[in-house]
């Protein structure tokens, strides 16, 4: 599975008023964890890749946790990789079975999240603590031969938000706050 994903820096208000005109269908309103993971046996930033567990607590329903892998960048167009995820039953749990085999934790990061169904993608305003206001447009196809077209459809749905693909930061969160330029 192949995690196709494009992100702006962005004002919420005028992006939600511009979903709100389009149709599009509010999905639901999190709050997020995420603890990412350094490995004993290769340095994840050299290699681009990152394992974190994710805490979600959605405003209607019950928390969960995630464990998740995200492959290196697939392509330079987008923030497209590889992700491999499954629901965990405990979150502190996993973390303690990580941190027993020599998996430190790295960093946390924290956000609220509102999403958005809109042309067969997610819209995803993201407040992010200690960066600000970020919108990502993303979907998940097969295999790799599907990533161009997913990416061009998403660049047309940041268009159609007043939103401009070029502005595009492949850097993730993770990234932005530890000052990296790509994580």
């Given at each position: 599975?192949?995690?196709?994903?494009?992100?702006?820096?962005?004002?919420?208000?005028?992006?939600?008023?511009?979903?709100?005109?389009?149709?599009?269908?509010?999905?639901?309103?999190?709050?997020?964890?995420?603890?990412?993971?350094?490995?004993?046996?290769?340095?994840?930033?050299?290699?681009?890749?990152?394992?974190?567990?994710?805490?979600?607590?959605?405003?209607?329903?019950?928390?969960?946790?995630?464990?998740?892998?995200?492959?290196?960048?697939?392509?330079?167009?987008?923030?497209?990789?590889?992700?491999?995820e499954t629901e965990v039953a405990e979150g502190e749990a996993a973390g303690d079975i990580l941190s027993?085999l020599g998996f430190d934790p790295a960093a946390t990061v924290r956000k609220e999240r509102e999403r958005?169904?809109?042309?067969?993608?997610?819209?995803?305003?993201?407040?992010?603590?200690?960066?600000?206001?970020?919108?990502?447009?993303?979907?998940?196809?097969?295999?790799?031969?599907?990533?161009e077209a997913a990416r061009e459809a998403a660049f047309e749905v940041l268009s159609d938000l007043g939103?401009?693909?070029?502005?595009?930061?492949?850097?993730?969160?993770?990234?932005?706050?530890?000052?990296?330029?790509?994580?």
């Amino acid at each position: 599975m192949y995690e196709v994903e494009v992100k702006v820096r962005a004002d919420h208000a005028t992006v939600r008023e511009r979903l709100a005109e389009r149709g599009a269908e509010k999905v639901n309103a999190v709050e997020q964890e995420d603890t990412y993971y350094d490995a004993p046996h290769r340095e994840f930033v050299e290699t681009d890749e990152a394992l974190r567990i994710r805490r979600e607590s959605p405003a209607d329903a019950d928390s969960f946790a995630e464990l998740t892998y995200k492959g290196p960048l697939v392509e330079t167009e987008s923030k497209t990789r590889r992700e491999v995820e499954t629901e965990v039953a405990e979150g502190e749990a996993a973390g303690d079975i990580l941190s027993a085999l020599g998996f430190d934790p790295a960093a946390t990061v924290r956000k609220e999240r509102e999403r958005f169904a809109f042309d067969g993608y997610t819209v995803t305003l993201d407040t992010v603590e200690g960066l600000g206001e970020f919108v990502e447009v993303e979907t998940e196809v097969e295999d790799e031969a599907s990533v161009e077209a997913a990416r061009e459809a998403a660049f047309e749905v940041l268009s159609d938000l007043g939103l401009d693909p070029d502005d595009q930061i492949r850097t993730s969160y993770l990234g932005l706050l530890l000052g990296d330029e790509e994580v």
